[in-house]
């Protein structure tokens, strides 16, 4: 779950953050900072077409036109218009800032850093760009750097809750949790609506174990996108998390409804079902999920564990075959496959599964295998015996 979200801060927390000032008109640069970004464009168009700008406002107008068409969706204008604001005007920090942007965007991060830094070369009070290396940095798990740029950025601007977000991100990788939940709850003073933020304290508060306020932070994050599976998907595990598996397999069936191509949202479910005493419906999610992603091994190591304690001793030994050809030596798959033969009376394999998580370094502590209740039907067989003498 955990690397899911991480994966869904990355892609989705890139917001713009404009330059807070600028040489285009104002009429322009007002209605892009207002979001009125059609609008903006017609009145940043009419401004080039005028005739009347400087050589620097008419490449003040292009950029701005730029951030526009950002806005609009249309990133090759936007390209197009950083790129002649530039060649108009190479000192223009507002350009580099806008390419960046956009190069960003296209997860580009060569170029975004190249440009970015130009910018801040050539404004170093530049909060946005700041911000937005600071962004690069913690996709690309440069997480010094990323709370140098970060941290800049908010000194500059302390009402930045986007940057504040992502210093909040890259806490929680460093694991400094305590500092991750501060600045989360900084960045929704300032913006309370900011959904990422609420995923993020949410993520943190549960790894902390402390699970009303992770609870608190899931149900606000509901109620402000009802759509975002995410969501769901966190509230599940504190209700897991506390044995509430209902609730949890409520809110992790209303996920699948919104994304049901979600593979971790059929295992969750099914981990879930097993604590509910449904082996069945565990079974359909862990299928489920298989078909989804047939190569993932710990899937059919999970499903033959299922098979296991639903005593289909067949069907768990085929999916933790598989599993071994999936991942050679894996040594979860080889110690349940051993138990899984013993309890099927196969001495001869069982010891050869537990020769083989010895020798692959998995398995060093024999008393483990002595404990284990599994291995009772072939306790007295010369290959066991042999194997617990060596």
């Not at 050539?122 to 940095?137: D, V």
């Not at 759509?227 to 506390?242: K, S």
Request: charged fraction near 30%; include cysteine.
């Amino acid at each position: 779950m955990k690397s899911a979200i991480a994966a869904l801060l990355c892609s989705v927390c890139l917001a713009v953050l404009f330059p807070s000032a600028g040489r285009a008109t104002v009429a322009c640069r007002d209605l892009v900072m207002q979001g009125r970004f059609a609008r903006a464009v017609e009145e940043c168009s009419a401004g080039i077409a005028s005739g009347k700008l400087s050589k620097e406002e008419l490449a003040a107008e292009h950029a701005w036109r730029g951030f526009a068409y950002v806005g609009t969706g249309d990133v090759q204008k936007a390209m197009g218009d950083f790129d002649r604001a530039i060649g108009m005007d190479p000192k223009s920090d507002t350009a580099y800032l806008g390419r960046g942007q956009v190069h960003e965007m296209k997860k580009d991060y060569k170029a975004a850093r190249a440009d970015l830094s130009r910018a801040i070369e050539i404004n170093p009070a530049s909060s946005a760009a700041l911000a937005h290396r600071g962004m690069i940095s913690y996709v690309e798990k440069r997480y010094e750097e990323a709370l140098g740029d970060l941290g800049r950025s908010i000194e500059l601007d302390p009402k930045n809750a986007r940057a504040l977000c992502f210093r909040g991100n890259t806490h929680a990788a460093m694991n400094e949790q305590q500092k991750a939940v501060d600045d989360y709850t900084k960045a929704l003073e300032l913006n309370p609506g900011d959904s990422l933020s609420l995923l993020g304290r949410g993520l943190v508060q549960k790894k902390m174990k402390r699970y009303e306020e992770a609870l608190q932070d899931y149900n606000a994050l509901i109620r402000i996108a009802p759509g975002f599976w995410q969501a769901y998907q966190g509230r599940a595990d504190i209700y897991a998390a506390t044995k509430r598996y209902a609730r949890a397999i409520e809110d992790l069936s209303r996920a699948i409804k919104i994304d049901p191509t979600q593979v971790i949202l059929y295992s969750q479910r099914g981990l879930a079902y097993v604590f509910y005493r449904r082996p069945d419906r565990a079974e359909e999610d862990f299928t489920k999920a298989i078909e989804l992603r047939p190569n993932s091994p710990g899937l059919y190591v999970t499903r033959a564990a299922l098979y296991r304690e639903m005593e289909r001793l067949d069907d768990s030994a085929a999916d933790l075959t598989k599993a071994l050809e999936l991942k050679p030596g894996d040594v979860a798959a080889t110690m349940l496959l051993a138990r899984v033969e013993s309890l099927r009376k196969n001495a001869s394999e069982a010891c050869r599964w537990l020769n083989l998580a010895y020798t692959r370094g998995g398995l060093r502590n024999r008393s483990i295998v002595a404990r284990e209740k599994d291995f009772d039907n072939i306790r007295y067989s010369e290959c066991y015996m042999k194997f617990m003498e060596r």
